[in-house]
Nanobody, 130 residues
């Protein structure tokens, strides 16, 4: 059984920074690649960033590359998303999830919501005003 909890969302001004955290209760946390995803109102859930189990391999969507940084602390079973220079287009509900199709051989790609196989939390809302 997987339990996911995201925190750190809020309302910020464009250009500011925000850090999202996610704790995931799952057997062998460090076995899985992990990812952050987001869903804006009226749109499909999309990949934001993913990270391999070692943390050495990362993937970023073009829209956040250079602004967001994904990281993980396997000892704390926690995933992070540092968001710098946020833009109004970043407004969305943010979710994290394990890639349940990955393993010790898995990298950060493919970074797809489907790989979570339903292991979603409630999400944390980020609202960016310009």
């Amino acid at each position: 059984q997987v339990h996911v909890e995201e925190t750190g969302g809020g309302s910020v001004q464009a250009g500011e920074s925000l850090t999202l955290s996610c704790t995931i209760s799952i057997d062998t946390f460090d076995y899985y690649s992990m990812g952050w995803f987001r869903q804006a109102s009226g749109k499909a859930r999309e990949a934001v960033a993913c990270i391999s189990w070692t943390g050495d391999d990362t993937y970023y969507a073009d829209s956040v590359k250079g602004r967001f940084t994904i990281s993980r602390d396997n000892a704390k079973t926690t995933l992070y998303l540092q968001m710098n220079g946020v833009e109004s287009e970043d407004t969305a509900m943010y979710y994290c999830a394990p890639d349940l199709t990955s393993g010790y051989t898995g990298g950060a790609w493919p970074c797809k919501p489907d790989n979570a196989q339903g292991a979603w939390g409630q999400g944390t809302l980020v609202t960016v005003s310009s």
